[in-house]
């Protein structure tokens, strides 16, 4: 079972730019869907970035053009390079894994997740 530790958040102005990492430990993360999900207070956790086991890669319309997920397999991280950032991008972002085949990436359906990194933006 894998273990997931995000860390990389903080307060920035709008246009300013973050770059999330998640930390995976127990199991090679290329043999695992992987995505960030963001949840703002009173609101649903939604789907932001997410990449296949074979790299395939998609993305919220909210974020498209701004934010990139890439994973680094020889480190076992996955980032969420996020630029351009405006105030509703204000959330816990969590990063989530599963190893189940799924072509859904940025549903609600992953069985592992870290503990959250908060990104706040500021206008």
């Known amino acids: 079972q894998v273990q997931l530790v995000e860390s990389g958040g903080g307060s920035v102005q709008a246009g300013g730019s973050l770059r999330l990492s998640c930390e995976a430990y127990g199991t090679p993360i290329s043999r695992y869907r992987m995505a960030w999900f963001r949840q703002a207070p009173g609101q649903e956790r939604e789907g932001v970035a997410g990449i296949s086991s074979d790299d395939f890669i998609s993305y919220a319309d909210s974020v498209k053009g701004r934010f990139t997920i890439s994973k680094d397999n020889a480190k076992n991280i996955l980032y969420l390079q996020m630029n351009s950032l405006k105030p509703e991008d204000t959330a816990m972002y969590y990063c989530?894994?599963?190893?189940?085949?799924?072509?859904?990436?940025?549903?609600?359906?992953?069985?592992?997740w870290g503990q959250g990194t908060q990104v706040t933006v500021s206008s």
């Open positions: 989530a894994a599963d190893g189940r085949f799924s072509l859904h990436l940025l549903t609600n359906n992953y069985n592992t």
